[in-house]
């Protein structure tokens, strides 16, 4: 690659990866040694609050070391997880939040482990593992059979030889430095590990992302998606993650690997050279399997939990108002590209919308509930109602509603002796209002009016109409109202 292509690629992974972002921050060290004591040892995983409250303990100490530190536990943790230090998960175990390293944070450890604390640059151990390694590698690839028989020969007879010179004392059992540093090799291996399980998750959670988008989009592939989750297919433990990771959970769950893993380890520590290790590298070689399987079952959580939500996604028809919802975003995005050459960003649009907050108060601002303050003083008495009077309910109703039938005969009255004269005569709300009372005051007037505009004529082009009548308090009282006349009967 040249050189040109090799930069301009470093610096777009500079801008993108988080273990460099990590590795640059001007607070390095910090961040480093705070993520490195609570989150990369025997607690993988914390929950929000108990991180909160570690790394508050820790700034304090930091602070009075002169160090500045200015913000919150808070407030650094929500910065390491925008920045992709940390990722932010819900569990089950925990009530809220859990956090813990993301496959960036803990490689950017890593790297800063191998710095502070160099492996030799060539050991025998490391070669001869990698020399096993290759020449197994040469075996099993080799497409002659012929060839593989005799590579296989030969080792039996290097075997056979061993034995041998076992059996006549000329073969001594690795001890002393060379043993310790074979351990230590071993250990430097088995460290890459979290790092793995933490990649493999990132790529299923990125697969999950992946197919919920291949659901939303239409077409084909929306299709072929659809009917593969609805016929029980498992579309994340059949892609090429899962099935990579299925075939090591299963040599790491096998009984058989693990009893002979167990019982070499206890033998290990049982030599004498094991005493050379330090605690923390004999923490790490007994517990190393116990670490594998609880991994292991985490991921096989993921997948099922991935699986179940991507089947529940589809059958419950969510994916079709999530469709929507995209359709509808993209044509936003759509007008907005269009209107930007006309219409600046600061440009006041004459809208103002409400955005949704939260109330945030003291807890000691609120006032409790006291039952007593609702408690009856006596015990409630008893009134026996009295029978109600038809004229009293007639009354109370034509005091708040209006009486429509009885303005309805009154109209109809008026009509019909006007007809009686002259059958093409029109008769206005005034005419009603001289032949007969409004009972109800104003609330007659309205009514007619009303009465009027639904069965009737409304002229605004005639002269106004000078209505005259009797208020409930005795009065007299006039208004000038539109031309409203009655052309026919109410029905």
Known sequence: MPATARALRLLQRLEEDAAWRLLRADNAPIVAALLK?????????????????????????????????????????????DAGFLVRRSTADARGETLEL???????????????????????????????????????TDPS??????????????IDARIVAV???????????RAVERVQDLLAQAAEVPDDFARVRSEFEDLNTLLRMRILESGQTQKE???????????????????????????VLDPALGTAFEEDVRQVLERDFARELSLHERRALREFL??????????????????????????????????????????ALGDARDTAPHVKPWAPLGI???????????????????PSEVDAPSDLATHEGETADLEALRELARATEIDFGELTASVNDVLDAARADDPTALVTVGTVLGAHRATQGVASVVGLLALAARHGIVDPDADPEALEWEGADGAHR??????????GRIP
Request: zero cysteines; hydrophobic letters at 40%.
């Open 290 to 331: 116990t670490t594998l399987k609880d991994r292991s079952a985490e991921i096989h959580d993921v997948i099922t939990q991935f699986a179940r939500g991507l089947r529940r996604y589809v059958r419950s028809q969510d994916y079709q108002r999530d469709r929507v919802l995209r359709g509808l975003i993209q044509e």
């Open 37 to 81: 004591e609570h989150l990369d040892g025997d607690t993988p995983r914390l929950a929000a609050e108990d991180l909160y409250e570690r790394i508050d303990a820790d700034l304090d100490d930091l602070r009075a070391h002169g160090l500045t530190v200015p913000q919150t536990a808070q407030a650094y943790v929500k910065a390491w997880r």
């Open 478 to 487: 006039r208004a000038r109202v539109t031309r409203h006349a009655f052309t």
């Open 145 to 158: 059979s012929t060839r593989r028989l005799e590579r296989l020969r030969e080792e039996r007879d290097a």
């Open 102 to 140: 993301s496959g960036a944070g803990t490689a950017a450890l890593r790297f800063l482990e191998s710095r502070d604390a160099p492996r030799r640059s060539l050991t025998e151990s490391r070669l001869a593992s990698l020399s096993a390694q290759l020449r197994q590698l040469a075996i099993d």
């Open 225 to 251: 998606v659809l009917d593969d989750v609805f016929r029980g297919v498992d579309l994340i433990a059949e892609s090429d993650a899962g099935r990579s990771f299925a075939g090591f959970s299963a040599l």
């Open 167 to 177: 059996q006549e004392g000329r073969d001594d059992a690795l001890a002393g430095e």
């Open 352 to 370: 103002d919308q409400d955005l949704t907050h939260v109330k945030i108060a003291s807890a000691g601002a609120l006032t409790l509930h006291d």
